[in-house]
């Protein structure tokens, strides 16, 4: 024991170092613990900062492909269309050829020009532009605007050949009008029309001579032009009996072919029945015609209109994958022709 200290003041004195090493070794630890959370927050902060900027790095990339899809093909498919309307609101085929052959009843004889010269050009710029998307474009979202691209001139292609074919749409009216209207004067009397009529009908339908009466007749061409190919049926009849019941002269004396006689006698129950039948059979000809003239275009739209979705969808997707973030969820395709 030390001469002048108190009793226990040694033990009193160790007992306050040790408790201030203690002290201070829990103050170094708590330092250490909180340099490092605060290292761990601010790494976890940085990630989560990195995460957003590479997820709108996407996002911005497929915005501006939507802007300049917008301007760009908006143009195209406002002068296409006759009238301003985002292609986003249409979902199927079907609905941009109503559109498109509504805009061709407004200017008939002018459409086919209006598409070659204006309409056609304003595709072709769009190419160019959107096609210098492609090497910016991050690399999930290329291969939908690869194809997206790869569209555009498939559709310039198909549209060219739609405008070339709707020249021809009036002379076929002319066809189909001039066999409504002499079919109508059908009657078993010798007239200008009913001789030029009873040619074509020998003519449209080779074997008219085995058909019993106007009933079977109208059933074959129900069965052709309903159920079976009015285009094929119809294209054949304009071009080679067509000529037969135009420019027919209602005063000239007619010269009955040999059948004439046979013919009228078979069908003379409801003559006036066949002018209409062939009326009909032009009519579903006509409509038929119509999607085939668009056939190429609306197919190369179809996968533009898909890819065009696909772009944007695969960008949510992407930017949601990155961050961490549920998946949006894809919008509804429209079954392949759905109507409005």
């Not at 002499?182 to 074509?200: I, L, M, N, R, W």
């Amino acid at each position: 024991m030390s001469i002048g200290s108190p009793p226990g003041m040694e033990e009193y004195q160790r007992l306050m170092a040790e408790r201030a090493a203690a002290a201070k070794k829990k103050r170094a630890v708590f330092g250490v613990v909180l340099v490092v959370a605060l290292g761990a927050g601010g790494y976890w902060w940085k990630q989560q900062k990195d995460k957003a900027t590479a997820a709108q790095v996407v996002l911005d990339a497929a915005g501006r492909f939507a802007e300049r899809d917008k301007t760009e093909m908006g143009a195209f498919w406002s002068c296409t269309f006759g009238t301003d309307i985002d292609v986003g609101t249409l979902s199927s085929a079907s609905q941009i050829q109503k559109r498109v052959e509504g805009a061709y009843f407004t200017q008939q004889k002018t459409f086919s020009d209006h598409l070659t010269t204006e309409c056609i050009p304003k595709l072709e710029r769009a190419r160019g532009t959107m096609g210098a998307l492609v090497a910016e474009m991050p690399p999930d979202l290329k291969p939908a605007l690869e194809k997206y691209v790869g569209a555009l001139p498939r559709m310039q292609t198909g549209l060219e050949v739609y405008a070339e074919k709707v020249k021809g749409r009036g002379a076929t009216k002319d066809v189909d009008q001039s066999i409504q209207e002499v079919g109508g004067a059908f009657s078993p009397d010798a007239t200008a029309e009913s001789v030029a009529f009873e040619k074509f009908l020998v003519c449209a339908i080779p074997d008219l001579g085995k058909k019993k009466d106007t009933q079977e007749v109208l059933q074959y061409l129900f069965e052709t032009c309903k159920k079976g190919d009015p285009v094929a049926f119809m294209g054949r009849v304009r071009e080679q009996c067509g000529p037969l019941v135009q420019n027919v002269d209602k005063d000239a004396k007619a010269t009955p072919s040999k059948t004439f006689k046979a013919t009228v006698k078979k069908l003379s129950d409801a003559p006036e029945r066949l002018g209409d039948a062939f009326a009909d059979c032009a009519k579903w000809s006509r409509k038929g015609k119509k999607v085939l003239d668009l056939e190429d275009f609306l197919n190369a739209a179809g996968d533009y209109m898909e890819s065009r979705a696909d772009l944007v969808q695969t960008a949510r997707e992407t930017a949601a994958k990155i961050e961490g973030k549920p998946l949006p969820a894809a919008a509804k395709k429209a079954a392949p022709g759905a109507d409005e």
